[in-house]
């Protein structure tokens, strides 16, 4: 169909787009797009890409139960009524928190050429990829979950309000962190690497293998800075039903504002310097 | 009309030290009329570009239009390599908020305006970078703007596609304003009216194209 070459104008008659949308009109469409077209992308760099997701948790899960088979025998000294129950709900907190602040790191110099478009700022493409990573640790927990009771368990759920909302406290922690780290790494490219190095025993402190009181009163009172180890604790609280997590969520919340608030002024400041 | 009131852009260089690309500039550029910019290079002039897009912040000062600046056209940096050229489209057309029919609609026409052909379907990986810049052509034309900004538009494609590029600005001409950075002097003779000279001692307006590229000419010969 050669009809507008035919025609005098090369240009027909489009469709005009909606003017004067307000901020948030902009923010949500923006966001919805930009969800959609990463969904597609990173299927489109790998067919397995959802799959690796699951693996990293599951890898780990698997790694600690057996080194606890071994080193403890048949008697375990866990809360719950198996040790992968245990492990399981260490490793997906843990992981979604890890993931979203992962997620964040190097999307202002990774998607440059977007932030031509107006309507995409740095923040959009961040919270967008927390979203998606934060989603799909979720999926992993549903699927954990389905598989145990397909097994034949019981559900081990003694607070699924309060898993929701442990985990969306994480997935805010995350983005809050993330956008910290981020926008300092962003401008002075240095700081990244002090970062990834103080970041990296993070796994080993934040209660994935071990929950607040099994730990030393000594040591207890130094982790317990950790705000992803509250996280964690409230996640393993809300599941095992003989579990009563001394964990603090005004500490938690506590950090999540203090963070968010040096993460969005300093993200405001600079955001010349980002684009 | 868009009006450049005191703009100052520095960068920062090592040290505290900071380079200034222009500082206190004020101008103004008509509504309507196609305005080439030139420059020697580093004067500034994608910078400006750059800055008249809201694609960067200025130090001081302010950028006020009386109608809607595009996005730099024929920029294919934003485009995600891993799916097709519909899809990339269909994203732009959302993050400006068309609905699902109008999207559809204008995606249609930036497949038959870019004459990708199958490739439309591919994923942007595939492109060549003239297949690339003829997709975010076609995509910012699909778009109505008061003012459209083009920096060097010489990747956009083949002779063929180049052509039917300039027929669209002549087209345009007297609708929206085309404002233009390149260094094909003749080019700009031929697509601009009015011409913007960014000199060494600030920005010069100039009503008539000629004289600006004039007074580019006998700058750089009295060096």
Redesign the interface.
């Known amino acids: 169909m050669n009809a507008s070459q035919d025609n005098d104008t090369l240009i027909p008659p489009l469709p005009e787009r909606p003017l004067g949308r307000t901020s948030w009109q902009v923010f949500v469409g923006s966001m919805r797009a930009f969800l959609l077209r990463e969904m597609m992308n990173q299927f489109g760099r790998s067919r397995l890409g959802y799959v690796w997701a699951l693996a990293e948790p599951a890898a780990t899960v698997a790694v600690l139960a057996g080194l606890h088979a071994v080193v403890r025998g048949g008697h375990h000294a866990l809360y719950g009524e198996s040790p992968i129950v245990f492990f399981v709900f260490g490793a997906v907190p843990y992981f979604l928190y890890a993931n979203v602040v992962a997620a964040a790191q190097g999307v202002c110099n990774s998607q440059k050429g977007l932030f031509n478009y107006r309507q995409i700022k740095p923040i959009d493409v961040l919270l967008a990829r927390g979203v998606i990573d934060g989603l799909m640790m979720v999926g992993v927990a549903v699927v954990f979950l389905a598989g145990w009771w397909w097994l034949g368990h019981s559900l081990p759920l003694s607070d699924p309000l309060q898993l929701l909302w442990a985990l969306f406290s994480l997935f805010v922690l995350g983005v809050s962190v993330g956008l910290v780290f981020e926008v300092f790494g962003t401008i002075y490219p240095d700081l990244r690497k002090v970062i990834s190095m103080l970041t990296r025993p993070m796994f080993f402190i934040s209660g994935v293998f071990f929950t607040i009181d099994m730990m030393p009163s000594g040591l207890r009172e130094v982790l317990l800075w950790n705000p992803v180890l509250h996280g964690v604790d409230l996640t393993r609280g809300a599941v095992l039903p003989e579990y009563e997590s001394p964990a603090s969520w005004s500490y938690l919340w506590g950090f999540i504002l203090v963070a968010q608030f040096i993460g969005l002024a300093a993200y405001r400041r600079y955001l010349y310097r980002l684009i | 009309m868009i009006q450049v009131h005191n703009l100052t852009k520095s960068y920062p260089l090592e040290g505290f030290s900071r380079y200034f690309v222009f500082r206190g500039i004020s101008f103004e550029l008509p509504s309507r009329t196609h305005v080439g910019i030139v420059g020697r290079n580093g004067a500034g002039k994608s910078t400006l570009l750059r800055l008249l897009?809201?694609?960067?912040?200025p130090d001081t000062g302010q950028v006020r239009s009386d109608g809607?600046i595009s996005?730099?056209l024929g920029?294919?940096?934003?485009?995600?390599?891993?799916?097709s050229g519909r899809?990339?489209a269909r994203?732009?057309?959302?993050?400006?908020?068309?609905d699902n029919?109008?999207a559809r609609?204008?995606v249609e026409?930036i497949r038959?305006?870019s004459e990708l052909g199958e490739f439309f379907e591919r994923?942007v990986e595939t492109y060549s970078s003239g297949m690339k810049a003829r997709l975010a052509f076609s995509i910012s034309?699909?778009?109505?703007y008061d003012y459209y900004l083009i920096d060097e538009l010489t990747a956009v494609g083949d002779q063929k596609f180049r052509a039917?590029a300039q027929?669209?600005f002549a087209?345009k001409k007297g609708q929206a304003s085309i404002i233009m950075v390149s260094h094909n002097l003749q080019a700009l003779q031929r697509d601009c009216e009015v011409g913007l000279y960014m000199s060494p001692r600030g920005p010069l307006y100039f009503d008539d194209i000629g004289e600006a590229i004039a007074a580019y000419k006998k700058d750089q010969n009295t060096r």
Do not use: H, V, W, Y
Not at chain 2, 53 to 57: A, F, K, N, S, W
């Open positions: 897009g809201g694609m960067e912040l809607l996005p730099p920029l294919s940096s934003g485009f995600a390599q891993k799916i899809n990339n994203f732009i057309c959302r993050i400006n908020g068309d029919a109008a609609e204008r026409f038959e305006f994923p034309m699909s778009f109505r039917k027929a669209t087209e």
